[in-house]
Nanobody, 127 residues
């Protein structure tokens, strides 16, 4: 099994920054793609960013381009989401994800049994 544990969430003022971390353990290959989703109350869980197994390819949803950066450290089995210039609309629970490819991760949704999820970490951006 794959275990994914997020950390680094919290409360920040608009314009501020946070860095989320995700620690991977268990039966996860170093070649696994990884990424981040977020879910606000009453809304769908939406793709935020993805990164290929090697770290050479990244993908972002349009609303975070230029503000968020995804990265990974395969030796430490960690991935990160650096979030800058945060806006109130970024407020959500952020979930770490792992899958076979960035394309596969983009199709992940609660209950469709594609990939693996962490438990989530709350990010709240105040005005």
């Amino acid at each position: 099994q794959v275990q994914l544990v997020e950390s680094g969430g919290g409360l920040v003022q608009a314009g501020g920054s946070l860095r989320l971390s995700c620690a991977a353990s268990g039966r996860i290959a170093s070649s696994s793609a990884m990424g981040w989703f977020r879910q606000a109350p009453g809304k769908e869980r939406d793709f935020v960013a993805g990164i290929s197994g090697s770290g050479s390819i990244t993908s972002y949803t349009d609303s975070v381009k230029g503000r968020f950066t995804i990265s990974r450290d395969n030796v430490k089995r960690m991935q990160y989401l650096q979030m800058n210039s945060l806006k109130p609309e970024d407020t959500a629970v952020y979930y770490c994800a792992a899958g076979n490819s960035i394309g596969a991760i983009r199709t992940m949704a609660p209950g469709n049994n594609i990939g693996s999820w962490g438990q989530g970490t709350q990010v709240t951006v105040s005005s």
